[in-house]
């Protein structure tokens, strides 16, 4: 009798934030994850910094601009924290359906934000909490940055899943380290693909889904790349000049799921298109996209490449505790 593999259901979110509302992401979160659980899926993936949304300010104006018009404390407000009544309203969710979440969002802690993903088991346990490891050019205005230890792929029920988020894609050496620890599921997050379009192709849909696709092809493994709407409402807060209205457009969700060979396994739809796209996944078929090629194993030549990964966690503060200090007696007579 041969091994059974994994087979179970997984959904992608396509769908506009609560944007700048901490409370009302939050509540749409959970009806996602309830609707994404009533139609018998296993795992649910959000996109990137899905609450309270993406801050696309940083894209549209100066740093002063984004402080006059209110849009860095308002972010910083609406920012998750774990251990708060918000997180907890989600993994609550997660249990009650019995789903696996995976959620990106916009983590506070202390006075830093990080872009994090928070994958959370069917029990409502945490079983990974990770930061991007650089935030992508004008993001390190919001956002610190993660560091080796959030590198990692995990053990679950329904196999070995790894996150990534948005460009970290296009990092080699990052999909390397996930490739060599046998990630079978990844989850790539998406903002949404329609800034600056046009004129700037490398942010464009075309470019960012082949991005997707390739790492599906390369690391042998199924990639869940959950992507976010823009609403017209969102527009229209973020842009107060013709000139801004000419950077963003409505639209550019284009989330999707990709098997071990590229193959598309979701639905078309429109980049406006709100809602959850789903796919079933056969962990069974990654042996035969690996036989092929495994770029972390027989397909790999480490006489001649390898790769250098530290996995400690960065402290900023190392407490330490100072040895007590030893006293010698002196030679000889003690003189009065």
């Not at 979110?13 to 700048?20: E, I, K, N, Y």
């Not at 959030?150 to 679950?156: K, M, N, R």
């Not at 998406?190 to 997707?212: D, G, R």
């Not at 035969?288 to 960065?314: E, F, M, Q």
Request: net charge negative; proline share 7%.
């Amino acid at each position: 009798m041969g091994i059974r593999h994994p087979k179970f259901k997984a959904a992608v979110v396509q769908a506009g934030p609560a944007f700048l509302d901490l409370d009302g992401g939050v509540e749409l979160a959970v009806s996602l994850i309830a609707e994404a659980a009533a139609e018998g899926a296993q795992l649910i993936a959000f996109p990137e910094t899905w609450i309270p949304g993406y801050p696309w300010h940083t894209w549209l104006g100066s740093p002063a601009w984004a402080i006059e018009k209110g849009f860095v404390q308002r972010y910083f407000d609406n920012a998750l924290q774990h251990r708060s009544a918000q997180a907890d309203r989600i993994s609550g969710a997660a249990a009650e359906h019995n789903i696996m979440v995976s959620l990106g969002f916009a983590e506070r802690d202390g006075g830093t934000l990080y872009i994090a993903q928070w994958l959370i088991g069917p029990d409502g346990q945490s079983i990974s909490r990770r930061r991007k490891l650089k935030p992508t050019h004008v993001e390190r205005t919001v956002f610190g940055e993660g560091d080796g230890s959030d590198l990692s792929v995990h053990d679950t029920a329904l196999g070995r899943i790894g996150s990534l988020c948005c460009w970290e894609h296009l990092q080699p050496l990052s999909k390397y380290a996930m490739y060599a620890q046998n990630e079978q599921i990844h989850i790539g997050a998406w903002p949404s693909f329609s800034l600056y379009q046009p004129f700037a192709n490398a942010l464009s849909p075309e470019v960012n889904i082949a991005v997707s696709r390739v790492y599906a092809v390369e690391g042998q493994c199924f990639f869940l790349a959950p992507c976010a709407t823009i609403s017209n409402a969102m527009i229209e807060t973020l842009c107060d000049t013709p000139e801004k209205h000419g950077l963003i457009r409505a639209g550019g969700g284009h989330a999707a799921i990709y098997g071990p060979d590229g193959s598309l396994l979701t639905p078309t739809v429109a980049d406006t298109y709100e809602g959850l796209l789903y796919a079933e996944l056969d962990l069974g078929v990654i042996s035969i996209a690996k036989s092929a090629a495994d770029p972390a194993g027989h397909y790999s030549r480490p006489d001649v490449t390898r790769l250098l990964l530290n996995r400690t966690p960065s402290k900023r503060v190392q407490n330490m505790v100072l040895p007590l200090e030893t006293v010698t007696e002196p030679e000889g007579p003690v003189q009065p």
